[in-house]
Antibody, heavy 122, light 114 residues
Framework: QVQLQESGPRLLKPSETLSLTCTVS????????WSWIRQPPGKGLEWIAN???????NYNPSLTSRVTISADTSKNQFSLKLNSVTAADTAVYYC????????????????WGKGTTVTVSS | DIVMTQSPDSLAVSLGERATINCKSS????????????LGWYQQKPGQPPKVLIS???TRESGVPDRFSGNGSGTDFTLTINGLQADDVAVYYC??????????FGPGTKVDIK
């Protein structure tokens, strides 16, 4: 059974860097594309970025100047960094697996982590 | 960006009745190379992550009850719940994965029991 677990600091001050890691069990991160998605309190879903372990990455244009996604195959993890956070970055952050076999990113998100709440406040 | 819209914003349906949610995309999600619509439907219950119900506009994911069905092509899609059960109370999102610049979700439709 594939499981994803988000981890990282949950309280940040404005201008700090958000760093989250998604640990994957039951699957190899080299076999699929992987995503970060966020959901502000009481609002809808916003896709942030995708990664495949060859280095193939896609970013949401609205966040691309502040976001970096990376992967560590030795730990079977992938990570998200978001610079210069503000209160608008307060959200539940989810990691997810894209379906398919890693051939392309154009698949739905078929396995999700439980999410981690990140709050930005001074 | 491909903009996804959904209607209604919310609906309340009696137990056992049908719920219908509409999703429209600002451009076609039908890929000419394989005749597939790159559209998924997700269910999100309070305090839980989303769960994919339908992929490719009409393919039910493994384990999803057959009361859930997806239809449509191009820019107009529908999720139908036939015989609403109490466990179906949730917010439902459509999502396009036709373009990664960026992937986009609809705003969601909240389904409640009347």
């Amino acid at each position: 059974q594939v499981q994803l677990q988000e981890s990282g600091p949950r309280l940040l001050k404005p201008s700090e860097t958000l760093s989250l890691t998604c640990t994957v069990s039951g699957d190899s991160i080299s076999s699929h594309f992987w995503s970060w998605i966020r959901q502000p309190p009481g609002k809808g879903l916003e896709w942030i970025a995708n990664i495949y372990t060859t280095g193939n990455t896609n970013y949401n244009p609205s966040l691309t100047s502040r976001v970096t996604i990376s992967a560590d195959t030795s730990k079977n993890q992938f990570s998200l960094k978001l610079n210069s956070v503000t209160a608008a970055d307060t959200a539940v952050y989810y990691c997810a697996r894209l379906g398919g076999n890693g051939d392309t990113a154009y698949y739905p998100m078929d396995v999700w982590g439980k999410g981690t709440t990140v709050t930005v406040s001074s | 960006d491909i903009v996804m819209t959904q209607s209604p914003d919310s609906l309340a349906v009696s137990l056992g009745e049908r719920a219908t949610i509409n999703c429209k995309s600002s451009q076609s999600l039908l890929h000419s190379s394989n005749n597939k619509n790159y559209l998924g439907w997700y269910q999100q219950k309070p305090g839980q992550p989303p769960k994919v119900l339908i992929s490719w506009a009409s393919t039910r994911e493994s384990g999803v009850p057959d009361r859930f069905s997806g239809n449509g092509s191009g820019t107009d899609f529908t999720l139908t719940i036939n015989g609403l059960q109490a466990d179906d109370v949730a917010v439902y999102y459509c999502q396009q994965y036709f373009s990664t610049l960026p992937f986009t979700f609809g705003p969601g439709t909240k389904v409640d029991i009347k």
